[in-house]
């Protein structure tokens, strides 16, 4: 029954139900790192917390139900679960990405697993064009991020996987930005999605966590392999916080888009502004796309005040006062970053710039405030 839910019962009721023992209706934090046997082998389904923990399960349960999946796995950040994805591949095989990938997720790509021998490359992927050109007989997964961090490119999931599976390639989608309230790659015909928990999920900047969920019991067989030999797992307590997040999800991204586009039409009206990224406008290029893969336009935009430069960005982000100057995304509280010497700053400067990553570029993760407040704090950070 619970699972023929909607999407924003699911958030509360996916994959849960009462704890057995008392009737407990959130799941209890098993803070304990083995479980007592009554013979060898003997136990209840947990024998050590690297392999399974209840409250782990929980979390996994749910995940697995927003996005309607089969199978969740949790692991301690974005790209631990990312990094599991990799593993499944080996030496010679080859990797298509956008190339306005998460600075974090590129550096992974490029400075860990390039090392074992897997070659990546990065195309424009608003385009089916480009991503057909890279592929060849070593190609075994695209890798896509959509909407992309920081530019706000939307990629066609449900083109790209048919694009797949007629080759034989693996599709994984990295769904942090939308969140699974926007967007539901595996629906779109995507064989793995992902996300940084640490984000919507759990929406209140105090976890890290990751996420993978699949429908394919071979896949799922081989990333819980993954999971317990490698032992990138989270503790109870992160599980517990970021399954209570996922409860609120569906109330707090409504607030988020509905912040994101009167702040996104604001900032388009401002005479001191040159561009703004945001999916929600007709004009951007994949703006079809995304109402036909999404269900509103999410909660980040990016934008650049006419005759920037990298110290007119930096003068801006530092004069916010309501907004906070730092890292990540999806929290309750809004959220200012400058991707070239921030989330970004691992990519060089003239990838970064051919992607449009440049130095006077901001990124902004609206919260749930009241939007006349931070308007206003964008009103005199701007001038």
């Known amino acids: 029954m619970k699972e023929k839910l909607h999407f924003n019962s699911k958030t509360i009721h996916g994959g849960q139900s009462p704890e057995k023992a008392y009737g407990a209706v959130m799941p209890p934090i098993y803070q304990t790192s083995t479980y007592a046997q009554s013979t060898p082998g003997g136990h209840k389904g947990f024998e050590y917390s690297r392999t399974h923990n209840p409250t782990r399960q929980a979390l996994e349960r749910s995940l697995a139900s927003i996005e309607a999946g089969t199978f969740g796995f949790a692991f301690g950040s974005g790209l631990a679960a990312m990094d599991a994805v990799l593993k499944l591949l080996k030496p010679g095989d080859e990797v298509i990405s956008t190339d306005d990938l998460y600075g974090g997720s590129y550096r992974l790509f490029t400075k860990i697993f390039e090392d074992f021998g897997i070659r990546f490359h990065f195309v424009n992927m608003s385009s089916m064009v480009h991503i057909d050109a890279a592929i060849n007989e070593n190609t075994r997964l695209i890798w896509v991020e959509t909407p992309t961090n920081p530019m706000m490119n939307v990629i066609d999931i449900k083109a790209v996987a048919t694009l797949c599976k007629s080759k034989n390639i693996l599709l994984a989608v990295d769904n942090t930005f939308a969140s699974p309230y926007l967007q539901q790659p595996l629906v779109l015909g995507a064989d793995i999605v992902m996300h940084s928990a640490t984000k919507y999920l759990a929406g209140h900047s105090d976890v890290i966590l990751g996420s993978l969920v699949t429908n394919d019991k071979n896949l799922a067989e081989k990333l819980g392999f993954i999971q317990n030999a490698s032992g990138a797992v989270p503790g109870p307590m992160d599980s517990f916080l970021t399954l209570?997040?996922?409860?609120?999800?569906?109330?707090?991204?409504?607030?988020?888009?509905?912040?994101?586009?009167?702040i996104a039409l604001y900032l388009k009206q401002h005479p001191k502004i040159e561009k703004v990224y945001w999916p929600g406008f007709e004009e951007h290029p994949n703006h079809q796309i995304a109402k036909s893969q999404m269900t509103d336009f999410g909660g980040m935009l990016s934008f650049v005040t006419k005759g920037a430069n990298y110290d007119s960005a930096i003068r801006i982000v530092e004069n916010l006062k309501l907004f906070t100057l730092a890292e990540s995304l999806g929290g309750v509280e809004s959220l200012a970053g400058h991707p070239a010497s921030m989330t970004h700053a691992s990519i060089p400067k003239e990838i970064r710039e051919q992607s449009g990553v440049v130095d006077a570029l901001i990124?902004?993760?609206?919260?749930?405030?009241?939007?006349?407040?931070?308007?206003?704090?964008?009103?005199?950070?701007?001038?």
């Open 244 to 262: 209570r997040g996922i409860k609120t999800l569906h109330v707090r991204m409504q607030r988020h888009c509905e912040n994101a586009a009167q």
């Open 363 to 383: 990124r902004l993760s609206i919260g749930i405030e009241d939007v006349r407040d931070l308007i206003s704090d964008l009103d005199q950070a701007i001038g």
